[in-house]
């Protein structure tokens, strides 16, 4: 039974180390019935552990997750039935044809007769695969791939869809048809959760997210207000040579800039208030001998703030 009064899931101090290595260190949140949430991090932060964890597919080894409020480790039947996942690895049979590989999954949720047609019609429907369902799997666009994944997670009904990074690797057309396709079921009652590194994405779409890195979370909240409390301007400047120094001690004094990267005649600049210090900055680079290349800035958004909290170091 669906407990309409609890959030459709709640974390509290998961915890996972795969060996020695500890992916999610005690996370705690709760998403809503009914919200778009997302898990943003950068590569190896601990999203597709969590996603592992709460689809059951990895057991916590420490913390509790629950689903409509009710414990969901060990997991009953209806619990499962709950789950739907979407994968970042693409799950069905290349060789079989997008009606067969949901045929073939619709079966292993027991479904049959006139409700496995009406599943798999719905399924082709939101995926926009109804004129291409005869052919084989592995012959899709990449963005005809990641619609069949999102498809087949939806065939048994799922109440909170999980999706790992749904949008990675396919082109515009199809970012913008998954995204028309997430919103619309979240209109219709989904609860979603959902891990990408899509940042404008994820401010577009979600009612909260969650930015977690080294399997923590470190900050929860609407875009909306997350851009408030944390975000700051960049500013990114190439200069025929290195500039003056007392320019940026002056720029830190006046506007509180930060230089976050420095090589000799690459700076990039933060500041909470970029329209305030370009001016200056414009004036004094562009005279004689300072020789400005390129200047670009970009306003505070969720970009800025995912940087700030964790930091501008590559991953790899
Ligand atoms: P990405 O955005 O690159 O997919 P992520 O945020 O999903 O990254 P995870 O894949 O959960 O991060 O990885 C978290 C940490 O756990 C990383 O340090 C990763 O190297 C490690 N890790 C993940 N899976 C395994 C595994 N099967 N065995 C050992 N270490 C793993």
Same mark, same amino acid.
């Given at each position: ?7 459709? #899931? ?17 996370? *705690? ?10 898990? =943003? ?9 969590? %996603? ?5 597919? #990895? ?8 689903? *409509?409020?009710? /414990? ?10 709950? +789950? ?15 009606? *067969?590989? #949901? ?25 926009? +695969? ?5 052919? /084989? ?20 009904? /799922?109440?909170? %869809? ?19 396709? =997430? ?42 207000? %997350? ?16 500039? *003056?120094?007392? #320019? ?36 004094? =680079?562009?005279? /004689? ?28």
């Amino acid at each position: 039974m669906t407990d309409t009064a609890s959030p459709a #899931l709640t974390v509290s101090g998961l915890v996972y180390h795969h060996g020695s290595i500890p992916a999610v260190q005690g996370l *705690d949140f709760t998403v809503a019935r009914g919200e778009f949430f997302g898990l =943003l991090g950068p590569n190896g932060a601990g999203k597709t552990t969590t %996603l592992a964890l709460l689809c059951g597919l #990895l057991q916590p080894q420490g913390g509790q997750i629950r689903l *409509d409020g009710q /414990p969901a480790t060990p997991r009953t039947p209806a619990q499962k039935r709950k +789950l739907g996942l979407v994968p970042q690895d693409f799950a069905f049979y290349p060789v079989l044809s997008a009606r *067969d590989n #949901l045929v073939f999954f619709a079966r292993l949720h027991g479904l049959e007769g006139r409700k496995l047609r009406q599943r798999i019609g719905f399924a082709l429907e939101i995926a926009q +695969l109804g004129h291409r369902a005869s052919q /084989p799997a592995g012959e899709f666009s990449g963005g005809m791939k990641r619609r069949l994944n999102i498809a087949i997670a939806l065939l048994h009904e /799922p109440e909170l %869809l999980i999706l790992d990074e749904p949008t990675v690797g396919v082109d515009a057309q199809s970012r913008h048809a998954i995204l028309q396709t =997430l919103t619309q079921l979240n209109q219709a009652g989904l609860t979603l959760l959902y891990s990408t590194h899509h940042l404008e994405e994820a401010h577009r779409l979600c009612h909260r997210v969650a930015i977690m890195d080294h399997g923590r979370i470190l900050a929860l909240d609407t875009p909306h207000n %997350l851009v408030r409390r944390y975000a700051s301007g960049l500013i990114e400047i190439d200069l025929a040579m290195p500039p *003056d120094p007392t #320019l940026l001690e002056q720029l830190s004094h006046r506007f509180g800039v930060v230089a976050v990267e420095q090589h000799p005649t690459r700076l990039r600049l933060e500041t909470p208030q970029p329209e305030a210090v370009l001016p200056e900055l414009l004036q004094a =680079l562009t005279t /004689p001998g300072a020789s400005l290349h390129r200047l670009q800035w970009q306003e505070p958004s969720l970009e800025t703030v995912f940087l700030k909290l964790t930091g501008h170091q590559t991953r790899d």
